[in-house]
C-alpha cells in the first residue's frame, strides 16, 4: 500500500486550473470586452489557495475549495490497483455551481495533455463524487466503458443483471450511467470510495457497497478505440468545497472476487 497525500504538501502532484469565473477578482489576469477571463490559471499556479492542505477533524486533509474548476493530478499513473481515499463535504459553494449540487469527481485512467477537455479535464473516466450520485460512471473526453445497466426513462442505470451498454460521449446510451444502491452518507459525515481496477475492468465501491462495475476500459485516438487501463489519478475541483484524506493505492494482481464473481451478460 502506497499513500498518495502525505499531510503535508502536494508533494507527487501538480495542481491545473481553468480559467476562473468572471464574478472572481484576480489582480493582473486579463479580461475581454465583457468581462470574461482569457487565460487559464495553468499548472501549479493557484493564487486563490483552491487547494491546501488543513487539520480537520484532528487530521491532515487536502481541502479543494471548488472556486476555480480544475483538479490535483498524480505525478505517477497506476494500471492494476486498488485505490481508496476518504471525502466529505464542506459548505462553501461557488458560481457558476453555487445553487446545484455539490460536486467533485475521482478521475482514473487519465491520459493525454492537461486541460485538453473543455479547457479543464483530461481523458479520463470518472468515479462521479456528488451529492446523491457517489459512484455514477461519466466520461471524460472521448473515453468509451461497458457496463450492465437497464434503461429508466431516458437515462441508463446500472444492473448486475442487464446485458452490457457502451456509454461515452456521442454513444447511443450517451455518458451517464446511474450507480445503484445509493450508498452515501448525510452531507458532512466522511465517505469511503474506492476504485478496484485490473486490465481495464473496474469497480466502484462507496462506503463498502459495489455500486458499479465496468468492463473494457478505452478511448478514441484519431477516431480507432484503443485500450485504456493505465493513468493518472485527478481530484476535481467543481463548485464546491470538499476535503480528502487517507488516499492510498495498492498494486493488485488479479481482480478480487466482487468482480471475480459476476459474468456479465453479452450486449443486447
Not at 451517464?176 to 481496477?197: L, Q
Request: with cysteine; proline share 5%.
Amino acid at each position: 500500500m502506497k499513500s498518495l497525500f502525505n499531510g503535508k504538501d502536494f508533494k507527487g502532484w501538480d495542481i491545473h486550473l481553468n480559467k476562473p469565473h468572471s464574478t472572481i477578482n484576480i489582480p493582473g489576469l486579463p479580461k475581454d470586452s465583457v468581462g470574461e477571463y482569457l487565460n487559464r490559471l495553468g499548472v501549479n499556479n493557484d493564487p486563490l489557495k483552491v487547494f491546501t492542505v488543513v487539520m480537520q477533524d484532528g487530521a491532515p486533509a487536502i481541502r479543494v475549495s471548488g472556486q476555480v474548476f480544475g483538479y490535483i493530478v498524480s505525478n505517477e499513473s497506476f494500471s492494476d490497483f486498488r485505490l481508496k481515499l476518504q471525502f466529505k463535504w464542506g459548505k462553501e459553494k461557488w458560481a457558476p455551481r453555487k445553487n446545484d449540487k455539490r460536486d467533485s469527481g475521482l478521475l482514473y485512467y487519465s491520459v493525454g495533455t492537461l486541460g485538453e477537455h473543455s479547457g479543464t479535464w483530461m481523458t479520463s473516466q470518472e468515479c462521479q463524487i456528488q451529492e446523491g450520485d457517489c459512484g455514477d460512471f461519466w466520461p471524460i473526453g472521448n473515453s468509451r466503458v461497458d457496463v450492465p445497466a437497464e434503461k429508466i426513462d431516458t437515462l441508463y442505470r446500472y444492473n448486475r443483471d442487464s446485458s452490457l451498454v457502451t456509454f461515452g460521449n456521442g454513444t447511443i446510451a450517451g455518458p451517464r450511467c446511474i450507480k445503484s444502491p445509493d450508498n452515501e452518507k448525510a452531507t458532512g459525515e466522511w465517505n469511503t470510495i474506492e476504485v478496484i481496477s485490473f486490465n481495464g475492468n473496474s469497480v466502484h465501491l462507496i462506503n463498502g457497497k459495489v455500486t458499479m462495475r465496468l468492463f473494457n476500459s478505452r478511448h478514441l485516438v484519431t477516431g480507432v478505440e484503443q485500450q485504456l487501463k493505465a493513468g493518472r489519478i485527478q481530484l476535481q475541483s467543481e463548485g464546491a468545497e470538499i476535503f480528502y484524506r487517507k488516499i492510498e493505492v495498492s498494486p493488485i494482481s488479479e481482480m478480487p472476487s466482487v468482480m471475480n464473481d459476476y459474468k456479465p451478460k453479452k450486449k443486447s
